[in-house]
């Protein structure tokens, strides 16, 4: 069976840093290109971050650009997200998700993803 798995979600003070995991099963995440997402209750699903089947090619946000770092290891199925300057708008559930794009492009548009995995919640509080 298919499946992203997302791991790596905790409780952090606000400075802090978390690093997030997306791991696949059931196919060869290589294949594809991924990207993060979040979403806050009341609010759109929001883009953070993408990056191609290869890694050479990544994209950010303009919210998380110079705190976040997202890399993949394709020998490990796992896409990573190092998120370091933590804020309290960085509170909230983050998924990855597969792209439906050629695998060297890296949209942060949701519309453009197929499948998703359930989330990892990170809470920014002091």
């Known amino acids: 069976q298919w499946q992203l798995v997302e791991s790596g979600g905790a409780l952090v003070q606000p400075g802090g840093s978390l690093r997030l995991s997306c791991t696949g099963s059931?196919?060869?995440?290589?294949?594809?290109?991924l990207g993060w997402f979040r979403q806050s209750p009341g609010k759109e699903r929001e883009g953070v971050s993408s990056i191609s089947s290869s890694g050479d090619n990544t994209n950010y946000a303009d919210s998380v650009r110079g705190r976040f770092t997202i890399s993949r290891d394709n020998a490990n199925n796992t896409v990573y997200l190092q998120m370091n300057g933590l804020r309290a708008e960085d509170n909230t559930v983050y998924c990855c998700a597969t792209s439906l794009t050629p695998v060297s492009e890296t949209p942060l548009e949701a519309e453009k993803y197929d499948y998703w995995g359930r989330g990892a919640q990170v809470t920014v509080s002091s």
């Open positions: 059931g196919r060869t995440l290589e294949h594809y290109g």
